[in-house]
């Protein structure tokens, strides 16, 4: 849902490149059907489920299963000032059974759909802008 007037938008401006990213509407739509899942949070508390509504100082780290045996991993600040730190999660701590673990990944950032492969096990972020989120998928190869 879009709580905006689309005829304001235009063709390239940036609220346009957001809603118009195929490779973020094909995640989206991913055919196996899973939503995200917070695996990890930058809060540490005795009550997360409660502090995780009244806490928005915070990165949460989400993943989602996808049905070509990879996942699709967030990185989202929602605090409202930038979060530097060492926001990081391991392939081997994702838990899906659908996900299939390498040796080599092959790592497409779903914003821009630059593309590169890797043989680190862990992604990471260590720099977030106020409200940003940095979302990526993986697969192996």
């Known amino acids: 849902m879009l709580g905006l007037d689309l005829r304001r938008v235009k063709k390239g401006d940036w609220i346009y490149e957001i809603i118009a990213n195929e490779r973020l ?26 502090d995780y509504i009244i806490d928005n100082d915070r990165v ?17 600040n929602v605090s409202e000032r930038k979060q530097t730190g060492d926001f990081k999660i391991s392939a081997s701590d994702i838990p899906f059974a659908s996900f299939i673990k ?12 630059e593309e590169w492969d890797t043989n680190e096990q862990v ?19």
């Open 60 to 76: 949460d780290i989400l993943v989602k299963p996808l049905s070509d045996g990879g996942a699709a991993i967030s990185f989202i």
């Open 102 to 113: 390498g040796d080599k990944y092959m790592v497409t950032n779903l914003w821009t759909g």
């Open 25 to 50: 509407i094909a995640l989206n739509q991913d055919a196996l059907g899973f939503q995200a899942k917070r695996l990890s949070t930058s809060v540490e508390s005795q009550n997360p489920a409660k």
């Open 123 to 141: 992604f990471k972020v260590s720099e977030l802008a106020a409200c940003d989120c940095y979302t990526i998928k993986i697969k192996a190869c």
